[in-house]
């Protein structure tokens, strides 16, 4: 919508802009502009770049699976971050990495293996089975063409096929699998004290000189939170009003027309074959005697009686279809090798083919029957060209409201009123509001903060550039007032430095006197004695586990930490369970789990566990070695 926006954007703007682009012109020439400009790369891989638009696609897509797996509790400016922009890239980077690696390596996806998967999708599928009229709706109604479609399905293919190889290949041996179990199910005994908070008194009260100096050093602590407030007019579907409610027949006919094959049912064939795998280098000597064993099978399929069912059970080396005995089920134009498609839709219903070659290897294929192609008529989707059309109006509406706006605004930025008369707008007011919105809902959109914090707008007071709200929603705003944090007063905050003062002594004397306690320890005192003399008593845990929670998460975590103690040994360490809480704990016993008590089941499931793992690990060793093999770089500056 911002394009169409931007495209609108004309008059004495445009002309200014032109004039000011002479003057780069005139002292670098026209080539060095262009040359600087065509960089719209944000990382170049080996030889392979990902351009600022593909990088936008996939980001808008993460925000879009990160809203839909978040539901409620999902906060768009999580998303709104370097860090998120650089996870995203990273994970573009890895793909051509694998995928470069892959066709390096002569991996590739046969059109077999595309069909399938695009077949597999449920979105595609109707009453549980794969619709093509489904699939080419669907893909339309994404702007999507099946060439483009497919092509994508192939490169996440590509990507996928070296970790899944991988991940097939790895595997825990036994010795790995008991070592594992015997740390999973491994239990502990400690036992523990827990020591006496420092009393009030001890803790006492700071003096103005101590809340003083307590201030100065933990300035950073005690600031006011910045503010603007802000004003803005915004356009969207809501303002419309009557706007392209109806049409005429004539237009609908026409738009049916020049859209007729989105309605168009193409012919399908349901066809069984049986495959004779054959790799695309073979010697010459064995692509004759493949070719031979498929036309031998052809004879047989045709004589009288013959099952091809039970042949392609047989003698198929295609692992999806030979348990069906050779079902590839309805075909469509363009889901296939062309050579199998070519033949195929050449043949008549009953036909058994000669053998046909393609990427895979020789084919028999049997065409079982024809369901030939239809197009819908025009009253049976006129509804869903009425609602297509009325939208799209609407949105060239929407579009051209937003337009006017931004050349408005453009002319004098340094308000937003002329905007609002003459569109009919109204100016709201927003604020004041801090780095992590306000009341006003439009606020705590991550776009609107950073336009609402930018230094030039909360400088000059001039309208932001158009922000896209989403929803058709487009909106432009003006910084009316700014209040920068500044260091707050101890007179301001004197309660949270005296609050936070307490704290940090209590921490301090409890370190101090677990210390104390630890060094007698250490010496020779048992803990019995300890907890005696502390008046406190002391704590037995047998058996705990890693996933315990009691006793305390804390010590549980502690013990787990402490090394093994050797015979007639201990280990001591000092817990901190509050801020104000210390514990002393002695780990006795560490008892490793028995591998051998764990059932077949659970251990085969924990094999798998692992094995995933290392292939994780490899894959992950598989893309560091790739980074050098093929050199990575990044415009920080392009990642928008």
């Known amino acids: 919508m911002l394009q169409k926006i931007r495209e609108k954007t004309t008059g004495w703007i445009a002309t200014l802009i032109v004039g000011l682009l002479i003057i780069p012109f005139a002292f670098f020439g026209v ?38 797996m978040m539901g409620e509790s999902y906060d768009p400016s999580i998303l709104e971050t370097p860090e998120a922009r650089r996870r995203v890239l990273d994970g573009l980077v890895e793909e051509s990495l694998l995928r470069q690696y892959a066709k390096a390596i002569g991996m590739a996806v046969s059109p077999r293996q595309l069909q399938e998967e695009i077949m597999k999708i449920d979105a595609f599928k109707l009453d549980g089975k794969f619709n093509a009229q489904q699939y080419r709706t669907l893909l339309a109604s994404q702007g999507m063409s099946p060439l483009s479609f497919e092509q994508r399905i192939r490169d996440e293919l590509e990507v996928r096929m070296l970790p899944q190889g991988l991940g097939r290949s790895a595997f825990a041996t036994v010795a ?12 502990r005994d400690f036992r ?38 802000i004003e803005y007019v915004m356009v969207g579907p809501d303002q419309m009003g009557e706007a392209a409610q109806s049409v005429d027949e004539e237009t609908l006919r026409k738009r049916y027309e020049e859209q007729k094959m989105r309605f168009t049912e193409v012919e399908q064939r349901l066809a069984s074959h049986i495959l004779i ?31 091809f069912a039970a042949l392609a059970r047989e003698n198929s080396e295609d692992a999806g279809s030979k348990a069906a ?81 931004v050349d408005i605004v453009y002319r004098d930025p340094s308000t937003l009123a002329a905007a609002a008369k003459e569109l009919g707008l109204e100016v709201h007011e927003a604020g004041p509001f801090g780095r992590a919105g306000g009341e006003d809902p439009v606020t705590r959109d991550p776009k609107v903060l950073k336009a609402a914090f930018d230094a030039q707008h909360i400088r000059d007071g001039t309208a932001s550039d158009p922000i896209d709200l989403g929803d058709g929603r487009i909106l432009v705003l003006r910084v009316v007032e700014h209040r920068p944090s500044k260091p707050l007063t101890l007179e301001e905050v004197r309660d949270q430095v005296q609050d936070d003062w307490r704290r940090d002594r209590l921490r301090e004397l409890a370190d101090r006197q677990a210390a104390e306690w630890m060094a007698r320890w250490e010496k020779g005192a048992s803990l019995d004695d300890l907890a005696a003399e502390a008046g406190v008593e002391v704590h037995e845990a047998k058996g705990v586990r890693r996933s315990g929670i009691a006793p305390d998460p804390a010590l549980i975590r502690e013990a787990f930490r402490l090394a093994r103690p050797g015979e007639g040994e201990v280990r001591r360490a000092v817990v901190e369970l509050a801020p104000d809480r210390r514990a002393l704990l002695e780990l006795d016993r560490v008892s490793d789990g028995d591998p051998a008590a764990v059932p077949a089941a659970e251990r085969q499931a924990v094999a798998d566990q692992l094995a995933q793992s290392l292939a994780a690990v490899e894959v992950r060793e598989l893309i560091e070695r790739l980074r050098e093999r093929y050199p990575v770089t990044i415009a920080e500056n392009r990642l928008q």
Do not use: C
């Open 31 to 68: 080539n060095n502009y262009f040359s600087e400009r065509a960089q719209l790369w944000v990382a170049k891989v080996g030889e392979q770049e990902i351009s600022q638009d593909y990088f936008r696609q996939r980001f808008e897509e993460y925000r879009r699976q990160m809203r839909q």
């Open 176 to 187: 790995e699998l008991d070592h594992y179990l015997r740390l999973r199910d491994q239990t």
């Open 192 to 229: 523990h004290v827990e020591l006496p908070a420092p009393a009030a008194e001890e803790v006492g009260e700071p003096d103005a000189e101590a809340l003083a100096a307590y201030h100065a050093a933990h300035a950073d602590r005690y600031l006011s939170e910045e503010t603007v407030r």
């Open 277 to 307: 795998r054959l790799p695309a280098d073979a010697p010459a000597e064995q692509q004759k005697e493949a070719q031979a064993r498929a036309r031998a099978l052809a004879e047989q399929a045709r004589s009288e009686g013959a099952d």
């Open 325 to 405: 005995g050779g079902d590839l089920g309805w075909i469509e134009p363009g889901l296939t090798d062309p050579a199998f498609e070519s033949a195929l839709f050449a043949m008549q219903p009953g036909e058994i083919s000669e053998p046909v070659r393609s990427a895979e290897g020789w084919h028999v294929i049997w065409l079982r029957e024809v369901r030939p192609g239809k197009v819908k008529p025009f009253e049976e989707v006129r509804g869903q060209i009425e609602s297509e059309y009325l939208a799209s109006e609407r949105e060239r509406a929407l579009n051209e409201r937003a337009g006017r706006l």
